[in-house]
């Protein structure tokens, strides 16, 4: 949202061969939307959780000749309202572009649904189901359910796609900055390894005080021995319990080296950025255009944002060169597009991005994770790259 009603018009106002483009931003409630279509204009933008409204609005009536879809891939899902919606005008749709720098955040079986969008199944199939069929084959099940899909022969897929893909790396046409990956290991003490170790064992931390941290499966175990890595914990009642402040004290070097220069520091848990927020009294969450324009002034010296709310389109480049990853997402899509906010055109300094890492917790397991998938989307990448001829 964010993106749609700042971003793409203060783009177009940058570049003369597109001032003259009338842009309608249907954004806002109902009224607002409905004013901002009648408006005459050249380009209307809207949010993409808008896009089920918009087509169940004009129905068989789809207006757009054109459709440019930004960040395609948060169209991966086809069950997803906004790929469902999106798929009944895609017949009155003469041309559509997808833009993304992530097409398969979580392997090559998020493909599917971004490609039919823009050739009806021509090249994929028609669905999904005959997909996972002929171009993968189980893995990881537990019985009918499947867990894990595995590619067959990725190039296969890159060959059928190939001609209506295009991959231009920024590094390869653009003067980029230098990037610094940095892992930053963080040595949890033993009382609280101890813990640690029996929240895996047992599936229960006990507290004196009550509210026991509690792990109904699996998956909610590794999501708490997650937020035990970063030093708190959300107990049975929904209570923050303090762990550790490793990390924290990890932070506060990170920024003392920096000797002075902004520092963008990305949080999953809203525990962790109240808990940041207390430590460092510098500290600025992002929430609008206010902290944009001041972070990019250099007047924000420690700015804290949710990935998942500045991974897409926020230029902050001019703010600052240092990202911290206080703790790390699952999502490659996420964790590429929120460094893409610092390491893009414009920057003027080399990128340096620290990893918090808790030693021996699924911190590592999370991070090694990410560096698999990264494998698999720069096989993609390099499979459809553009070879232009100057």
């Excluded at 993409?48 to 899902?77: A, G, Q």
């Excluded at 931390?205 to 999501?223: E, H, K, M, Q, S």
């Amino acid at each position: 949202l964010r993106v749609a009603d700042s971003v793409w018009t203060a783009e177009a106002e940058k570049w003369d061969h597109l001032r003259h483009l009338k842009i309608s931003k249907v954004l806002g409630d109902r009224k607002k939307r409905l004013a901002a279509l009648e408006e005459k204009a050249d380009i209307y933008v809207i949010n993409r959780e808008n896009v089920p409204w918009l087509v169940d609005l004009y129905k068989r009536k789809w207006p757009f000749d054109m459709v440019v879809i930004d960040e395609l891939s948060s169209f991966k899902s086809s069950n997803a309202k906004r790929f469902r919606a999106l798929r009944k005008v895609r017949p009155l749709i003469r041309r559509i572009v997808g833009l993304t720098g992530t097409p398969a955040p979580n392997g090559l079986i998020d493909l599917w649904p971004q490609i039919y969008l823009l050739d009806q199944g021509e090249r994929l199939g028609k669905t999904i189901t005959s997909y996972r069929d002929r171009f993968f084959r189980p893995g990881k099940r537990n019985g009918h359910i499947v867990y894990e899909w595995i590619v067959r022969d990725p190039d296969e897929i890159y060959r059928r796609i190939d001609d209506i893909v295009i991959s231009m790396k920024a590094a390869d046409w653009l003067e980029m900055p230098e990037k610094i990956d940095r892992v930053v290991k963080v040595k949890l003490s033993e009382e609280v390894r101890q813990k640690y170790k029996q929240l895996e064992r047992d599936l229960i931390l006990r507290f004196t005080d009550g509210g026991d941290i509690v792990a109904a499966n699996g998956a909610v175990l590794i999501n708490k021995l997650l937020q035990l890595a970063q030093g708190a914990a959300y107990d049975e009642n929904d209570e923050v319990k303090f762990i550790h402040d490793a990390k924290l004290d990890a932070l506060e070097d990170v920024i003392e080296a920096s000797a002075g220069k902004p520092v963008l520091a990305f949080y999953i848990y809203q525990h962790d950025r109240d808990r940041i927020l207390e430590r460092f009294s510098q500290a600025r969450v992002l929430e609008g255009s206010d902290e944009i324009r001041d972070w990019n002034a250099g007047e924000i010296p420690l700015l804290l944002a949710h990935p998942a709310s500045a991974g897409h389109g926020l230029n902050l480049q001019a703010g600052g060169n240092i990202i911290v990853w206080f703790g790390l997402p699952h999502s490659l899509e996420l964790y590429e597009q929120a460094n893409g906010r610092l390491y893009r055109q414009g920057q003027r300094e080399k990128v340096i991005i620290h990893h918090l890492v808790a030693e021996k917790t699924f911190d590592e397991a999370v991070m090694e994770a990410l560096q698999r998938k990264a494998l698999t989307q720069q096989d993609l990448m390099e499979a459809v790259k553009a070879r232009v001829e100057v």
